[in-house]
């Protein structure tokens, strides 16, 4: 953002990374999300499940305002990223997005070498003093997506050409390239083959241990390897927040239970 308040802040909310009040969104005329209240911790692995269509990447969208690119959506109520809301005036959503990160369902490196995707965001941000700090900027992210020993011999080749589950581990380092606070996931795995899906979600493990990472799953043994926390979403509204483990095990909501259990989907 223009003032940067997001990285000088110092975080003294109760390990809250996001809050969200009373968000609504809309397409026009359609209701996609309705009255969303939720406290999305640092440093954890926060799953959304629920119904196609029930508006999980509607809201995982308006946590980078990526909705602003969508003319017919208006976003109402408050987020906030450790107290400061992002869609204050003052804020730039190119900054914030290069805090908050994310990474989309099919793997879209852009059509640049392996060492150019992961530095694109790094340059546009001004985020090195030189070459040599750049090439540590992106070998640091490659290792962070654990690709590094994959590709160091080969930087300079095209992005496009490695495998699918290679490419996703590429939009990872370069999302995880500008030092974000918090990662959003789209479907990260659902283009990825079961070997590609399990090192993904490993990294997305390791992920945690910097970021708030906010994942959205149509596979609840994904969510449940992979998440601390899981929100149930129905029919645009999220009707069960909590640990994961309670979640699946013993839903408040007769919702929430019935989509667990299989009895909607
Ligand atoms: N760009 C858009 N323009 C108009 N309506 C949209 C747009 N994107 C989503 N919607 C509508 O908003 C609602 C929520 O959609 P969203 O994609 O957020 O759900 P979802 O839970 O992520 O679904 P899925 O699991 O199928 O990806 C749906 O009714 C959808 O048709």
Redesign the pocket.
């Known amino acids: 953002m223009n003032d940067m308040r997001l990285t000088e802040r110092a975080v003294d909310n109760n390990g809250t990374k996001i809050r969200a009040k009373g968000v609504q969104v809309y397409?026009?005329d359609?209701h996609?999300i309705k009255n969303v209240d939720v406290d999305i911790a640092d440093k954890t692995v926060t799953a959304f499940i629920?119904?196609?269509?029930?508006?999980?990447?509607?809201?995982l969208r308006c946590i980078n305002r990526m909705n602003d690119t969508?003319s017919?959506?208006r976003v109402e109520g408050d987020i906030l990223i450790d107290g400061e809301d992002i869609y204050d005036k003052r804020v730039d959503p190119v900054q914030l997005r290069a805090k908050v990160g994310m990474v989309f369902q099919k793997p879209n490196p852009f059509p640049k070498s392996i060492y150019d995707n992961v530095a694109y965001g790094p340059r546009i941000h001004g985020l090195a003093k030189d070459k040599a700090d750049l090439d540590g900027i992106v070998e640091s992210a490659l290792r962070r997506a654990a690709l590094w020993d994959e590709v160091k011999d080969r930087l300079t080749a095209p992005g496009t050409g490695l495998s699918g589950g290679q490419q996703q581990r590429l939009c990872i380092a370069r999302a995880v390239a500008t030092s974000p606070e918090v990662l959003l996931m789209d479907?990260p795995c659902s283009a990825l083959d079961p070997i590609a899906t399990d090192q993904v979600e490993n990294l997305i493990h390791e992920l945690r241990a910097n970021y708030s990472v906010v994942i959205?799953t149509?596979s609840m043994s994904q969510a449940s390897r992979v998440s601390q926390k899981t929100a149930y979403?129905h029919l645009?509204e999220m009707v069960e927040y909590g640990d994961t483990g309670d979640i699946f095990t013993n839903p408040k909501d007769e919702r929430t239970e019935n989509y667990i259990t299989g009895r909607i989907g």
């Open positions: 397409y026009g359609t996609a629920g119904p196609s269509g029930c508006g999980k990447s509607t809201f969508i017919v959506a479907e959205v149509h979403f645009g």
